[in-house]
């Protein structure tokens, strides 16, 4: 009974090894992966290498799946400007189809998809307080970004709700990450919807101006509300003379 087991385990094992190799010498892939490689050649292959394999200056991309590409590039992390250099969030130079191929052809190496967080389940406080707890040391807790040694922790204003969740399983650069176990993806909508609301501070009430601050806002309230009430005054100051 053992000996089938392991001769089983053996089996199961090559083919998993086979189905490796295979995907890294390069079984067929889909068109869009296809055109990803193209792409791999022209922005990616002199630091990540061939089949992304990782060299010196780069890290393998094999089994780090769309869920890391689709991150470092929807983020214009990659293609990283220079060696050494913290990945920053940059303009964009790839459109979205070349992101779609370059994404495909990454994950044709294996590796996770990408998070679909659901924030409208999520509940705001519940948000705030895992954020005070697992991010704010580093993000600090209006989401604002900070400083940790050696690196920037970003501002959160600019990361979509699909990104906040990528970079929570992921831990890009000095980030930790964050496993099921730790946050799962319940708290995770929750703590996506809390960055949506802080990136979005509620109407303070009254009547918005543009937010341009109190000196304006009370020039709104000498031109509007004094000839108001001065033409008040005159109106009962002529009830009162007749
Ligand atoms: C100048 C060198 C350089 C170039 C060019 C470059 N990268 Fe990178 N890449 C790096 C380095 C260094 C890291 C590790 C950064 C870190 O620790 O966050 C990295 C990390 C990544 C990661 C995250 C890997 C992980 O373990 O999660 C992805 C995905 C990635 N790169 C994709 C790309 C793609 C796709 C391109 C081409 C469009 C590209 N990179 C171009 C240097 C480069
Ligand atoms: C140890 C410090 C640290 C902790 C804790 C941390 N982060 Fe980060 N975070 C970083 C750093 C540094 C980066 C920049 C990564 C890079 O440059 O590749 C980052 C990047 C991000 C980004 C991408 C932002 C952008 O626009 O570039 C998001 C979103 C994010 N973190 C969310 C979170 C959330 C949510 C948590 C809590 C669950 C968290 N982080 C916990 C340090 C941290």
């Known amino acids: 009974m053992r000996a089938v087991l392991s001769l089983a385990v053996v089996a199961a094992a090559s083919l998993l090894v086979a ?5 890294a010498l390069g079984t067929p892939r889909s068109p869009l992966a296809v055109r990803g490689s193209h792409l791999y050649g022209q922005y990616c292959l002199g630091c990540h290498r061939a089949n992304a394999a990782g060299g010196p200056d780069a890290p393998s991309l094999q089994g780090v799946g769309a869920l890391a590409a689709d991150f470092y590039l929807r983020t214009g992390y990659m293609p990283l400007r220079h ?39 999520g509940d705001v406080s519940k948000g705030q307080a895992l954020f005070a707890e697992h991010c704010a040391g580093c993000h600090q807790v209006a ?46 909508d929750a703590i ?22 109190p000196v304006p806002e009370g020039l709104v309230t000498w031109f509007i509300a004094m000839p108001l009430l001065i033409g008040l005054c005159l109106v009962i100051g002529t009830r009162f003379r007749t």
């Open 192 to 213: 996506v919807r809390y960055v949506e609301s802080a990136q979005h501070p509620e109407n303070p009430g009254g009547w918005g101006i543009g937010f341009v601050g």
């Open 19 to 23: 189905g490796s190799a295979g995907a």
């Open 143 to 188: 989401a604002q970004g900070g400083y940790v040694t050696g690196a920037l922790p970003p501002p959160l204003d600019e990361a979509t709700p699909q990104q906040v969740a990528e970079a929570v399983r992921i831990g890009p650069y000095v980030m930790p990450r964050f496993s099921q176990h730790a946050i799962s993806d319940r708290q995770l």
């Open 83 to 121: 060696l050494g250099e913290q990945p920053r969030r940059q303009p964009l130079i790839l459109g979205d189809r070349q992101i779609r191929a370059l994404v495909a052809y990454i994950a044709s190496f294996g590796g996770p998809p990408v998070p679909q967080p659901e924030p409208w389940l």
